[in-house]
């Protein structure tokens, strides 16, 4: 039997020594780790992120990480083995509050968790239940790949932005000059970008090189 559109598939994790749903979990999570930061609109099961007025913030994506960071860090075994992903030693180095980078980087992961907030309740296909813990392993699972992974994506998607305007004002006859106003908005943000990124590479001497490369 094919699994309907849109339908979640429930995963199962120990915390504190018992097995919850994070289907359940997700109001339970955020109670816990984001309200104290977060206190108004703090449920994730309910925020609409549709509104980028709702996207996580800094102190969300802080608190995220540091439960992340003390499941790498305490070797306690759970039902999702986090010891076992790829690179997890630079993946705890992103992570840890003590990092010199530290602010750099959880700005940079709030980031992160609004793009992977797609495979939640905002798209057809919710995958994460918008649970906070699932939306931050699908970022880190990219991360494993590249620590550059999302100032990489900021790039594409902006160089993308470009080419398609160039295309329209290309083949336009009428509202030109609007398109030229939004070419020079796309370049602004190529720029910035591209200066993101490189902030991003000057900024990896505390996390350590990957030892897997590629698939």
């Known amino acids: 039997m094919g699994t309907k559109s849109g339908a979640y598939q429930d995963v ?64 306690t075994p759970t039902d999702v083995d986090l010891s076992t992903m790829n690179n997890v030693h630079a993946i705890k180095a992103y992570l840890d509050p003590n990092s010199k980078h530290e602010a750099f980087n959880m700005e940079e992961f709030a980031f992160a968790l609004k793009v992977e907030l797609e495979h939640g309740k905002i798209k057809d296909v919710n995958v994460t239940n918008n649970h906070p813990f699932l939306t931050a392993m699908i970022a880190l699972a990219h991360m494993t790949e590249s620590l550059t992974y999302y100032k990489r994506l900021k790039v594409m998607e902006a160089e993308g932005e470009i080419y398609e305007i160039l295309r329209k004002l290309e083949h336009s006859t009428v509202e030109k000059e609007k398109w030229y106003k939004e070419l020079g908005k796309a370049e602004e943000e190529l720029n910035e970008a591209r200066a993101g990124l490189a902030e991003r590479l000057a900024k990896m001497d505390d996390i350590p090189v990957l030892k897997i490369i590629g698939d």
């Open 12 to 75: 199962y994790i120990k915390r504190e020594n018992e097995m919850v749903s994070l289907k359940n979990d997700v109001t339970d999570f955020c109670e816990k780790y984001i309200k104290p930061v977060h206190p108004e609109n703090w449920d994730w099961s309910t925020r609409d992120f549709d509104n980028p007025e709702n996207d996580p913030t800094v102190a969300e994506a802080r608190a995220i990480a540091n439960v992340v960071y003390k499941d790498l860090s305490e070797n």
